[in-house]
């Protein structure tokens, strides 16, 4: 069974920043793309980035796109999701997802057509707010 460990949220002023890490216990190049979602009171599960696992293509949301960035650490097993120029509508819960679908998932997921995955991060929470 696949474990994903979500870290990194907290409270940041607009215009901040912030590192989220996703910590895969089984994080083997080419298995698995791994999926960020933002759920937030009110709004519908939104799939935000992804990078796919073969070739290590990211994608990204209209939303984020040139303000979030994603990297991956084979060593430590952990794929990171760096935001930059935080906005108070980015608040939420950030769940990682790991699915192995690949470059068709993190399309879907960018796109909204996907809105799961096969395993889950217990998720993390951000604040944006003066």
């Known amino acids: 069974q696949l474990q994903l460990v979500n870290a990194g949220g907290g409270l940041v002023q607009p215009g901040g920043s912030l590192k989220l890490s996703c910590e895969v216990s089984?994080?083997?190049?080419?298995?698995?793309?791994i999926g960020w979602f933002r759920e937030a009171p009110g709004k519908e599960r939104e799939g935000l980035a992804c990078i796919s696992g073969r070739q290590r293509r990211t994608y990204f949301a209209d939303s984020v796109k040139g303000r979030f960035a994603l990297s991956a650490d084979d060593a430590k097993k952990t794929v990171y999701l760096q935001m930059k120029d935080l906005k108070p509508e980015d608040a939420g819960v950030y769940f990682c997802t790991a699915d192995p679908q690949g470059d068709g998932y993190c399309s879907g997921l960018v796109s909204g057509q996907i809105r799961s995955g096969d395993y889950w991060g217990q998720g993390t929470d951000i604040t944006v707010s003066s």
């Open positions: 089984d994080f083997k190049l080419g298995r698995y793309a």
